[in-house]
């Protein structure tokens, strides 16, 4: 065998017990765990041996939990160690709530008190928190109402002794808005999120979450409530401005109200201009938690006069004021020998609105068959009636007679150009004009009695005086001639 090879078999042999006498001393001392799972540890003095799995697991369950699988051997004493100590991060009680715990086993050696030598090893308990499951019952579709809603919330696996001491809180996060609350009160869909809380709410996990909704679980939702947007009805006259519409809404709940819940407020354009009924409809407007829904509202656009055509004749009538979109008058002449003309004398003889010196000259009906008016109160309406032919030398007034038999006189007109136009507070009834001698003429013929009537008063006086002095005279002679002659 030649040097070379011999000397790469004593090599390999080397190696070989070099190993083997590791291995031995590895088992001795103990640092190597066995399958990972056991550890040892060995002090030469004494000779003791720990070993226990490297780490353990538990759940929590109310009261303590201890360290097992610990063996302490002493293999140079004729007597293994009876006693040794256990710790829990440093404390000889066993550790109750969940969490991690370094496990400390320590083996006295040698000798007490003071002096004494220990043999310790390290090991990892960890206690788990009980698993609980949530259970969500109830609707999980509200309405907005103003107040807070939620869904129906408990759990399972708590132990009893702890149920005081352990809750389920839910949260609701609505993502659109990135709000996360406990309380949700405003419209939104909201997912829904669990935390325990309490004193030893750490001992406990959420493992599962069950849900009696199949549709949308684990979620809540307020739906947006109506409301209602009306518009308002308003009337206008035609050629005026038109006035500024506004709405009436409906439907809000507890405080709320349109100035601080509608982030956006809805408007009433109006575009029509024309005389007619017109329909007006709310539009746009927004909020957060309602829902616009819209009704619309009528405009009215009244006219400023109608005209009216007296049959058989030229002459015709317009009333000016404000009447309803398609109101219609008819008129009539009445003759001055009419049954109509004669009921009209009757009823204005005692109000002594016309006297002996007033002359009928013509009377006209005017009223509605359609429509109205609607022209305010404390506003007359203007009559005109055209292709009036009326006599200069003459003074004229208007009685009117209304609906209600009311007697008005009205001696301010105007005529030009054949048209009459006058103001009257009646919207039908009966026109009668008079004419009447000018007052020049009165006062002349007033006159002209109170001459005649001094004239005939002078002549009287005359024929008087010269009556008495014939008798005086008569009586004169008389006497001239021997006075009285008695017979007797």
């Known amino acids: 065998m030649s040097m070379s090879a011999l000397n790469k078999r004593l090599s390999f042999a080397l190696i070989v017990l070099a190993a083997a006498a590791f291995l031995v001393a590895g088992a001795l001392l103990g640092v190597f765990a066995s399958d990972g799972s056991v550890k040892a540890s060995a002090l030469e003095a004494g000779g003791i041996v720990i070993t226990a799995p490297a780490s353990q697991k538990a759940v929590y369950n109310g009261s303590g939990i201890g360290y097992t699988d610990i063996v302490v051997t002493h293999y140079n004493a004729p007597v293994p160690p009876t006693e040794y100590s256990v710790f829990y991060n440093g404390s000889t009680a066993l550790p109750v709530n969940a969490g991690e715990y370094t496990v400390t086993v320590s083996v006295p050696v040698e000798g007490t008190g003071e002096g004494m030598s220990q043999v310790t090893e390290d090991f990892t308990l960890t206690i788990e928190p009980r698993p609980v499951i949530v259970h969500i019952q109830g609707a999980n579709v509200f309405t907005y109402s103003g107040n807070p809603v939620s869904r129906t919330i408990s759990v399972t696996g708590i132990l009893q002794q702890d149920d005081a001491a352990v809750n389920v809180v839910a949260s609701y996060t609505d993502a659109d808005k990135g709000v996360t609350t406990v309380t949700p009160v405003d419209a939104g869909v909201y997912d829904m999120s669990f935390e325990l809380t309490g004193t030893l709410a750490d001992n406990y996990s959420i493992n599962d979450i069950t849900d009696d909704r199949t549709d949308d679980p684990e979620t809540l939702t307020v739906l947006k409530r109506a409301l209602t947007v009306t518009a308002n ?74 005209s009216i055509s007296m ?104 005529y030009i150009n054949g048209t009459m136009t006058f103001d009257t507070y009646a919207s039908d009834g009966a026109i009668m004009i008079y004419s009447a001698f000018h007052n020049t003429i009165i006062i002349s013929l007033v006159v002209c009695g109170v001459v005649l009537f001094l004239i005939l008063l002078m002549i009287a006086a005359a024929v008087k005086y010269r009556n008495d002095k014939r008798e005086a005279d008569a009586k004169k002679r008389g006497r001239k001639n021997g006075g009285k002659k008695y017979r007797w």
Do not use: C, Q
């Open 233 to 306: 009805s308003a009337e206008a006259v035609f050629g005026e401005p038109i006035p500024d519409l506004g709405y009436t809404v409906t439907g809000f709940v507890g405080d709320d109200n349109a100035e601080d819940d509608l982030t956006e407020l809805p408007v009433v354009n109006v575009t029509a201009t024309e005389v007619g009924v017109h329909t007006v409809t709310p539009s746009g407007g927004f909020s957060e938690n309602y829902t616009l829904n819209y009704v619309p509202g009528t405009l009215t656009i009244n006219a400023t006069e109608v």
């Open 311 to 414: 049959p058989d004749s030229v002459i015709t009538m317009e009333i000016g004021g404000v009447f309803a979109p398609g109101t219609e008058y008819t008129g009539n002449i009445y003759g001055k020998d009419s049954k109509e003309v004669d009921e009209l004398k009757d009823h204005i003889r005692n109000y002594r609105v016309a006297d002996w010196t007033s002359i009928m000259e013509a009377v006209f009906y005017y009223g509605p068959v359609s429509g109205g008016d609607k022209t305010p109160d404390d506003k007359p309406l203007t009559v005109s009636i055209k292709n009036l032919t009326l006599d200069a030398s003459k003074d004229y007034f208007i009685v009117v007679v209304d609906s209600y038999g009311v007697v008005t006189k009205i001696t301010k007109y105007s």
